[in-house]
């Protein structure tokens, strides 16, 4: 595998359900981020991990957990989510951090959909 | 703090002509300057950046941007597009310093009519 996976690509969860979603890259890249995408609304940064330690929480609710156990793995954990949590979550790596000009590389993302 | 700004939110194009992508930031410091590409069901990918130096920019696919700082701009351009350019594209800005984060425009939807 190269670049940036995740998975699982497509996620249907009801609100009391609790599940993972994972990232891994495979460039040894030492930043990850989380991103939600929603239709009509700017990419939101929900979370920036630098060497494994987290660097920023933009006020996401704590029904979003992250987790990165190492400089290769990410992952969001969720649970008790509303139906306006659905959207597109995507991961993304970047040598460092981005403040010196490294591009991000995403993953193809997963599809959430909280009924 | 840095912002920017795509003000269209769909271009329509026919195929094999030019077209251009509005793209302007705010910001009281130096920027780096970014377009990405978001394919149908895939994430984003890098088309072009700007850094420093030359402020004419050539990415891939054919795709090219010019830095203007004196109307704070970072406009996309390609003199020819094809079907396979439908996409959604993305702007996006960062300060030059190490704890500065990239911000994204809210993108521009590129239809190809045929």
């Known amino acids: 595998e190269t670049g940036v996976t995740q998975t699982p690509r497509h996620l249907v969860m009801g609100m009391t359900n609790k599940k993972s979603l994972k990232c891994e890259q495979h460039l040894g890249h030492n930043a990850m981020y989380w991103y939600k995408q929603s239709a009509k609304k700017p990419l939101e940064l929900m979370f920036v991990?630098?060497?494994?330690?987290?660097?920023e929480n933009n006020s996401v609710p704590s029904r979003f957990s992250p987790e990165c156990p190492n400089s290769s793995h990410l992952f969001l954990h969720l649970h008790t989510l509303q139906p306006e949590d659905s959207a597109l979550y995507l991961c993304?790596?970047?040598?460092?951090?981005?403040?010196?000009?490294?591009?991000?590389?995403f993953g193809p993302g997963t599809r959430l959909t909280v009924l | 703090a840095q912002s920017v700004t795509q003000l269209d939110s769909q271009v329509p194009v026919f195929e094999e002509a030019p077209v251009e992508l509005r793209c302007n930031y705010s910001?009281?410091?130096?920027?780096?300057l970014f377009w990405y590409v978001q394919y149908p069901n895939q994430g984003l990918q890098l088309l072009l950046k700007?850094?420093?130096?030359?402020?004419l920019v050539k990415g891939i696919n054919g795709f090219e941007a010019e830095f203007n700082k004196s109307q704070t701009s970072f406009h996309l351009r390609k003199p020819s597009v094809h079907i396979s350019d439908t996409a959604e594209y993305f702007c996006?800005?960062?300060?030059?310093?190490?704890?500065?984060?990239?911000?994204f425009g809210k993108g521009t939807r590129l239809h190809i009519l045929p």
């Open positions: 910001s009281s410091v130096s920027v780096y």
């Open positions: 996006a800005v960062s300060g030059v310093g190490l704890e500065d984060k990239i911000i």
């Open positions: 700007y850094l420093s130096g030359s402020t």
């Open positions: 991990y630098s060497l494994e330690e987290r660097v």
């Open positions: 993304a790596s970047s040598q460092a951090l981005t403040g010196v000009g490294y591009e991000q590389f």
